[in-house]
């Protein structure tokens, strides 16, 4: 017999070569660094599943995961794993809060919708202080002509073009339900976009397209005809990893509702 733990967790990925185990020099993942605690305070080889993958360099606020170990938890003894798991990571992850799951929650399958965030810092000089966590843009930006573009991507299309290479995916299709552009506060640019599952480096690619438009003076109407062409070679360039943030990884209520806070 198992018991399936569900936890979030958030981690400033500068310094990390992405969520998933792979090779890339001297530097770690995210996964293999949280495995790695795990395994050694459940004391078993721990197996570790995410609701999905984010690139070298991007954050997460609230990524959901979970994995399964023989150790039986009783959560009316009150043991703070977060606590525990903490002690042992470097001081870019933290383990936020953690659950009992039911046999039937999986935090990649189970997962419905997701929310990420773009920031970028649009003044004169860049911020020595929030380089690894925004992009700098110099010139004006005019907002109006970004959201303009991102309208166009609202709804369930076919975003091939906006897919960079990497895993073999047959079906490109895709559902957004919210795209949108704001000010955050004066100087500061964020695009939050809320969608059912995501192509590798899809977001960055949409914020890079937008921008190109933008700073190109093109109809904002191009956003469409670079999403009909599903041909990524029609799109721009992925925006810096540094200011996308995973936000929010939503689930069926009822699996919410089953899950036993430890």
């Known amino acids: ?8 967790v958030a981690y400033d990925g500068t310094n990390y070569c992405g969520w998933q185990k792979q ?10 660094t949280i495995e790695d605690v795990l395994s050694e305070v459940f004391n078993e080889k721990i197996t570790l599943f995410a609701s ?7 954050h997460a606020l609230n990524q959901v995961c979970h994995f399964s170990t023989h150790r039986k938890l009783d959560p009316a003894r009150k043991w703070d794993l977060c606590w525990a798991l903490n002690s042992h990571l470097p001081s870019s992850i933290v383990v936020k809060k953690a659950w009992l799951a039911p046999e039937d ?3 990649t399958l189970s997962a419905t919708h997701k929310t990420y965030r773009y ?10 202080h929030l380089a690894r966590h925004t992009d700098w843009i110099r010139h004006p930006v005019d907002i109006a002509h970004l959201q303009r573009s991102s309208e166009i991507i609202v709804g369930k299309q076919d975003f091939k073009s906006f897919q960079s290479v990497g895993t073999p995916i047959l079906d490109t299709v895709r559902t957004v339900y919210k795209a949108d ?7 500061v640019l964020q695009f939050t976009i809320t969608g059912s599952g995501f192509l590798k480096q899809m977001v960055r690619n949409i914020v890079g397209t937008s921008l190109m438009l933008e700073r190109k003076g093109s109809d904002p109407l191009a956003m ?6 599903k041909d990524r070679k ?10 996308l943030y995973l936000m929010k990884v939503y689930y069926p209520q009822d699996l919410d509702n089953r899950c036993i806070e430890l």
């Open 1 to 8: 017999m198992t018991t399936k733990v569900r936890f979030t």
């Open 23 to 32: 090779k890339h020099g001297d530097l770690k993942s995210v996964a293999h």
């Open 52 to 58: 999905g993958r984010t690139d070298a360099g991007v």
């Open 105 to 107: 929650f999986h935090a």
């Open 119 to 128: 920031l970028i810092i649009n003044q004169q000089r860049p911020s020595p």
């Open 181 to 187: 552009w704001e000010w955050r506060k004066p100087g």
């Open 224 to 229: 469409k005809e670079i999403l009909d062409a």
């Open 234 to 243: 029609k799109a721009g360039p992925p925006a810096p990893a540094q200011g």
